[in-house]
Nanobody
Framework: QVQLVESGGGLVQAGGSLKLSCAAS????????MGWFRQAPGKEREFVAA????????RYADSVKGRFTISRDNAKNTVYLEMKGLKAEDTALYYC?????????????????WGQGTQVTVSS
């Protein structure tokens, strides 16, 4: 059974940093793109960042570009999201997901497996 477990969330002050991790088990995802999405209370889920199967290509939402960095370690079946310069508007439940294809995408319908999420709260 496929399982994605996110970790690394927490409470941080504005301007601070966090690094999220997502460990995948149940199969190897080295041939699939991986993505991070988030959902704030009362809002729809939105794309944050995605990385291609090899790590050679990445995509970011405009709102996080220059502040967040997505990376992956295929040997560990793990994807990371390093977040710097956090803002109050970054507060949300962050989910990782496994893509259906190799290329990074910002469309959530192109992701087949989802984790339970890790909460990130940024105090202003």
């Amino acid at each position: 059974q496929v399982q994605l477990v996110e970790s690394g969330g927490g409470l941080v002050q504005a301007g601070g940093s966090l690094k999220l991790s997502c460990a995948a088990s149940g199969r190897t995802f080295s041939s699939a793109a991986m993505g991070w999405f988030r959902q704030a209370p009362g809002k729809e889920r939105e794309f944050v960042a995605a990385i291609s199967w090899s790590g050679g290509s990445t995509r970011y939402a405009d709102s996080v570009k220059g502040r967040f960095t997505i990376s992956r370690d295929n040997a560990k079946n793990t994807v990371y999201l390093e977040m710097k310069g956090l803002k109050a508007e970054d507060t949300a439940l962050y989910y990782c997901a496994v893509g259906r294809y190799r290329t990074a995408s910002n469309y959530d319908y192109l992701y087949d497996y989802w984790g339970q999420g890790t909460q990130v709260t940024v105090s202003s």
